[in-house]
């Protein structure tokens, strides 16, 4: 199972980017999906979560601002970010849990990371 991200970049503060994630592999099930991120020498955290439900919840530092969303047809998740800020410069990581064709243990995928750049 292959997750692939893209759409980061260098933005000026204020300004807006959409991230888009797509699975690929040998995935039956996706339930959750969600994008997570790293600030230079901070840990990994939670930025927003899609559930199957199309349920959502955000970090509070990105509510209002930011908007997840899935197309299950298309086995992607976005990350739509508007009014972006310094403080949202990160690598941006996808993430996925699901079952595969071949098990019925629930497993987590990670994709590799998306660097996001907001600076003037």
């Known amino acids: 199972v292959q997750l692939q991200a893209s759409g980061g970049g260098l933005v000026q503060p204020g300004g807006s980017l959409r991230l888009s994630c797509t699975v690929s592999?040998?995935?039956?099930?996706?339930?959750?999906m969600a994008w997570y991120r790293q600030p230079p020498g901070r840990q990994r955290e939670l930025v927003a979560r899609?559930?199957?439900?199309?349920?959502?919840n955000y970090a509070a530092s990105v509510n209002g601002r930011f908007t997840i969303s899935r197309d299950n047809a298309k086995k992607a998740v976005y990350l739509q970010m508007n009014r972006l800020r310094s403080d949202d410069t990160a690598v941006y990581f996808c993430w996925v849990n699901g079952l595969r064709y071949d098990s019925n243990i629930e497993e987590e995928f990670w994709g590799q990371g998306t660097q996001v750049t907001v600076s003037s």
């Open positions: 592999g040998s995935i039956f099930l996706i339930n959750q």
């Open positions: 899609i559930f199957s439900s199309d349920g959502t």
